[in-house]
């Protein structure tokens, strides 16, 4: 999983540097601000804070500047076919939105956090997609699932946001939250206050190594119950899996803790059984084999017994 999740983030990444310069581009060809505007999924644009086309000191206008060629496509096209500025206002929001998503991901990739710390910027870019992608009218009569994507082959913005839909995904991080998807689960709560709780207990024995397996037994093993159940009703996030396998190699590699489990005595009882079982056959089936030589033997020797008794007679 942790390897998938790294190519996601290695293509968004690259894709990151082309909704970029969509943003940038759409600046520059109109001089307005979505600073103080959103569009609402009604289509009409509302106030919002925090959203706005990068500034003109952006680190990325040296490269803008830099890759300018001396040839190039003209900078307009017939007006039926040039995006609008609505739809233009929500391919900026959708840009900066894709940005801090990113950000967010890279911030708590290690450890992993992404679901608990992102999934307000995931649920923000996820409602401006739907906008994007609705096939409900804006201003003028025009779609803008039209024009920014289905206009063309690549589907940028699809793509962009697909990866992103693929790492929340692949993530499980819906295991986590309540079906509404606006706060952590009961289970989610329950297991983080465990893992809190044998972390902290680490933290206060940590200067002696004997001490802490001993305090802190009954906590992990409570711990680890949980974690198994939750596991079983598939009910976790890469977060949990993350935090608990962090939490195991603390307790048994860095303290050196351990504990038997109890489901090793049962298979340490059927373990010997099956061990000793061929040694009782063998020794069952040799009993029986030399039983059978003494019913043999028997017969044969009382009719000798009897052969002698009438040769005797005949003499006699």
Known sequence: ???????????????????????????????FSVAGSEVSGHGA???????????????????????????????????DLEVSDYCLALLGIFGERYVTYVKCLVSHARPVKICEKCYANYNNLREIYNNISSDSMGPGNM?????????????????LYSSMEEIWSTASC????????KS???????????????????????????????????????????????EYNNILCIDLEDAMN??????SKTYGCSFPREETVPVIA??????????????????????????LIHPKRAKSSHSLMNIQDKFS
């Open 184 to 230: 952590l689960s009961n289970n989610t709560l329950h297991i983080l206050t465990a893992l809190n709780t044998s972390l902290s207990c680490f933290e206060t024995h940590q200067g002696n190594h004997t001490e802490l397996c001993k305090e802190c037994k009954a906590l992990y093993r409570s711990l680890s119950e949980l974690y198994s159940t939750m």
């Open 143 to 159: 779609s803008c699932h039209d024009s920014l994507v289905r206009s063309d082959r690549l589907m940028l913005v699809y793509m």
């Open 270 to 295: 059927v373990s010997g059984f099956m061990l000793f079982l061929p040694v009782i056959f063998y020794l069952s089936s040799f009993l029986h084999s030399e039983q059978k030589k003494r019913k």
């Open 1 to 31: 999983m942790c390897l998938r999740m790294g190519l996601f983030l290695t293509d968004a990444f690259v894709l990151t540097f082309f909704v970029l310069g969509i943003v940038q581009i759409s600046a520059t060809k109109r001089d």
């Open 174 to 181: 819906t295991h986590c939250f309540t079906p509404d998807e």
């Open 45 to 79: 644009l509302m106030p919002m804070s925090g959203a706005r086309f990068l500034p003109e000191s952006s680190p990325f206008k040296a490269h803008k500047i830099a890759y300018d060629f001396s040839l190039s496509l003209s900078s307009s096209f017939p007006e």
């Open 246 to 251: 962090v939490t195991r190699r603390l307790w």
